[in-house]
Nanobody, 114 residues
Framework: QVHLVESGGGLVQPGESLRLSCSAS????????VAWYRQAPGKQREFVAS??????LNYADSVKGRFTISRTLGKIAYLQMNGLKPEDTAVYYC?????????WGQGTQVTVSS
C-alpha cells in the first residue's frame, strides 16, 4: 500500500513563503512522477507543479517563477512557495504516479490573507 502525507500548510500574509512537504511510504524515485495540485473552494482541482523520475519539471503558468518543486533522495517531495498571493489559497494535494495508478494524499490547507 502506498501512502502520501502532506504537511506545511498554514495561514500567511501576501508576499510571504511556505514550504509544503509530501512524505511517501516508499522512495520518491519509485514514482514515475510526483505532482502538486490544489483545490480552492468552489473550484475544480488544478495542476500546480510536477517532477518526473528523470527530473523534468513542469509548472502551471500561475505559479511559474514563484513556486519550486523538488525532492530528496529518500521519501520526501517539496513545494517551495514564495510570493504567495490570496489567489493561492487552496487545499494542496500531493500525487504520486506508479504505472497507471495515481496515489493522493489527504491535502494541507494554505490560506493567504492579510
Amino acid at each position: 500500500q502506498v501512502h502520501l502525507v502532506e504537511s506545511g500548510g498554514g495561514l500567511v500574509q501576501p508576499g510571504e513563503s511556505l514550504r509544503l512537504s509530501c512524505s511517501a511510504s516508499r522512495n520518491i524515485f519509485d514514482f514515475s512522477s510526483v505532482a502538486w495540485y490544489r483545490q480552492a473552494p468552489g473550484k475544480q482541482r488544478e495542476f500546480v507543479a510536477s517532477i518526473t523520475g528523470g527530473g523534468t519539471l513542469n509548472y502551471a503558468d500561475s505559479v511559474k517563477g514563484r513556486f519550486t518543486i523538488s525532492r530528496t533522495l529518500g521519501k520526501i517531495a517539496y513545494l517551495q512557495m514564495n510570493g504567495l498571493k490570496p489567489e493561492d489559497t487552496a487545499v494542496y494535494y500531493c500525487r504520486g504516479r506508479r504505472g497507471t495508478v495515481d496515489y493522493w494524499g489527504q491535502g494541507t490547507q494554505v490560506t493567504v490573507s492579510s
